[in-house]
């Protein structure tokens, strides 16, 4: 078991930057991917960008302005966010998985609002 526990939310203005945090309470060097999703209000939850083995992947509205990283030190993974949109307006969650066994931990969530 594990939990995850977001931080970083906020309100910024278009252009600005943010960087959430996702604290997990145990080592997260041993799941198999690790990943940002979104919410927006009245839509369904989306993938924002995820690592897995294979690589980085990026939701095509996110890229070359967000990036994933992780300090596994820290047992902590971030999203930096920059060149904010009101279209990047959500809640974000943070995801871990392992395959085997299947296992699938979120975070509560943290409120990111973007103004024009």
């Known amino acids: 078991q594990v939990q995850l526990v977001e931080s970083g939310g906020g309100s910024v203005q278009a252009g600005g930057s943010l960087r959430l945090s996702c604290a997990a309470s145990?080592?997260?060097?041993?799941?198999?991917?690790w990943a940002w999703y979104r919410q927006a209000p009245g839509k369904q939850r989306d993938l924002v960008l995820v690592i897995t083995s294979g690589g980085t992947h990026y939701a095509d509205s996110v890229k070359g302005r967000f990036d994933i990283s992780r300090d596994n030190a820290k047992n902590t993974m971030y999203l930096q966010m920059n060149s904010l949109k009101p279209a990047d307006t959500a809640v974000y969650y943070c995801n871990l998985k392992t395959f085997n066994p299947r296992r699938d931990y979120w975070g509560q969530g943290t409120r990111v609002t973007v103004s024009s």
């Open positions: 145990r080592n997260i060097s041993s799941f198999d991917t």
